[in-house]
């Protein structure tokens, strides 16, 4: 059974303190997305994503982390 991701609180504010909270986190909003490619691997799972505007960005987290099933369930619309 995969959980679907909770409501976020996307103002400007919170994304702002998101990015300050660590180096590497990343804000990435939903409407700015327009495709997404999803791959397991052995060592690390990956998600890829392609803005609109051109900008890529990339995500790895290690296999055992449930994010995998998460993403690609809400992700649906965008994975090719």
């Known amino acids: 059974m995969v959980v679907p991701l909770p409501e976020a609180d996307v103002t ?6 998101i990015r300050t909270e660590h180096r590497t986190n990343k804000v990435i909003p939903l409407a700015g997305i327009a495709s997404a490619h999803l791959r397991r691997g052995i060592t690390a799972d990956r998600l890829t994503v392609r ?7 990339k995500l790895l987290w290690l296999p055992t982390d449930p994010a995998s099933a998460v993403l690609a369930n809400e992700l649906a619309p965008w994975l090719r």
Request: proline share 0%.
């Open 12 to 17: 400007a504010a919170a994304t702002a303190q």
């Open 51 to 57: 803005m609109h505007d051109g900008a890529q960005h």
